[in-house]
């Protein structure tokens, strides 16, 4: 199932698209979604640079899966070194379901998408879902563990940039509606009202929350 991006068009013109693909060096068998690059300008007049992202999975295991994620987070980091180094108060915005946590090596070492606001310097990357990860919050639950799998990575000039083309705070947030949860019976709590249990139809929206 491939990413795609939806915008307003009256906020958003996309000028430049690539669809990045991932070929696994070490097994070329593995297939994967691509990672879709848009580049564009917000109101007529900043540059913005967006990654949607749908990592690979962790089937086979967490660890068995994860140089793949690694992988796939070094491909970007080669294309934000790229562009930053054309422009190093570039605004990128990085998102999507990385199936791995904020403190998990694909994000920290692949990415090095940074966990505090104060260590940023130059065109840093800045993983602004670190705020819901430490509190113990997710958007993905498996069992009884909430996960933070879908996050939103910001290029340092969105962060402390005091005005123009900024992210207020440098805050993510997860939209956790009652309508999107249902009771989990069995693992006590709330879950993600998702739409099929396996072939079963259940009606609901998705397995994951959306962040914003």
Not at 58 to 71: C, D, L, N, V, Y
Not at 98 to 127: H, I, M, R, T, V
Not at 183 to 190: A, H, N
Not at 202 to 212: A, C, E, Q, R
């Amino acid at each position: 199932i491939d990413v795609g991006l939806i915008y307003r068009s009256e906020k958003f013109r996309p000028l430049t698209h690539e669809a990045i693909r991932l070929t696994f060096p070490t097994d070329t068998s593995v297939k994967t979604r691509d990672i879709l690059y848009v580049k564009g300008l917000v109101f007529k007049k900043d540059t913005l640079h967006v990654f949607v992202n749908h990592w690979p999975s962790r089937s086979g295991g967490q660890t068995a899966s994860e140089p793949r994620r690694i992988f796939a987070a070094q491909k970007i980091r080669h294309y934000v070194d790229s562009i930053c180094a054309r422009d190093p108060d570039a605004n990128i915005v990085i998102m999507g379901d990385f199936n791995d946590e904020p403190g998990d090596k694909s994000l920290l070492e692949g990415l090095q998408a940074k966990a505090s606001k104060e260590e940023l310097k130059g065109c840093d990357l800045y993983n602004s879902s670190y705020t819901y990860f430490k509190q113990g919050k997710g958007t993905e639950k498996y069992k009884e563990h909430w996960a933070v799998l879908d996050q939103i990575i910001l290029s340092s000039a969105l962060v402390t940039r005091k005005s123009g083309l900024m992210v207020q705070d440098g805050i993510s947030y997860i939209f956790d509606a009652p309508w999107l949860l249902e009771e989990d019976t069995k693992y006590l709590g709330t879950m993600p009202f998702r739409t099929y249990a396996g072939p079963r139809y259940l009606g609901g929206y998705s397995d994951h929350l959306p962040v914003f």
